[in-house]
């Protein structure tokens, strides 16, 4: 498992090349697989997005801290239980990280562009579903983490039959726009959630 989960962004580039896409008899844009299976290609309902009351903030233990070069945000890690590199097989990503002993990851992809924080819903499905195409909204809200304003999404999505879910924190501002996304296999998600909120968590503006 931990091999498919380190190399799921090479399989976001396969993904193209098992599926077809068509249109039904009704109009409804559909997904064929290899396999028979077709799942429907729709977009995230239109809703109000709620604000969780609760203050989020950075875990104590969380000491280290990753800087971006290109947007003003940071990460703080405990760097007893995270590592961290640069570059990857995502060009858009600036840093990877990856929970020791656990198949738990994340990714900083920071860009100059300011997109206002109303719309970054429709961008982040969009990005998520090039991926995985079948992917789904499971929960979104916005919350305050360190006194600033985030779009939490947790989305779920499947590639080259692997469920993933990822839960994910989304930030703009004058700087550039910033997603902070971890990622683990569906069935682990409700295991790894406590420790991947703590990650995100450590979001913070210079």
Do not use: H
């Not at 380190?6 to 396969?14: D, R, T, V």
């Not at 077709?38 to 950075?58: G, Q, R």
């Not at 920071?110 to 719309?119: F, G, K, V």
């Amino acid at each position: 498992m931990r091999y498919f989960l380190l190399s799921f962004l090479m399989m976001m580039a396969l993904q193209g090349l098992t599926q077809i896409k068509a249109i039904t008899e009704t109009g409804d844009e559909v997904l064929l697989n290899m396999d028979g299976t077709w799942v429907y290609l729709v977009a995230p309902e239109e809703s109000e997005i709620t604000i969780n009351d609760k203050k989020f903030k950075k875990p104590e233990d969380a000491g280290f801290l990753v800087k971006s070069k290109i947007t003003n945000c940071a990460v703080w890690i405990n760097p007893k239980e995270w590592t961290f590199n640069k570059g990857g097989s995502n060009e858009d990503a600036e840093y990877y990280f990856e929970k020791k002993d656990r198949d738990l990851y994340a990714m900083l992809i920071p860009e100059r562009s300011q997109i206002p924080l109303e719309t970054m819903k429709m961008v982040a499905f969009e990005n998520a579903k090039s991926a995985a195409p079948d992917i789904r909204i499971e929960k979104e809200e916005y919350r305050f983490v360190n006194d600033l304003k985030i779009l939490m999404l947790q989305m779920s999505g499947t590639i080259q039959g692997i469920r993933f879910t990822y839960y994910s924190y989304y930030y703009s501002d004058e700087s550039g726009t910033n997603q902070l996304i971890t990622y683990t296999s569906e069935n682990l998600f409700k295991t790894y959630k406590s420790e991947m909120e703590d990650f995100l968590n450590g979001f913070v503006i210079q």
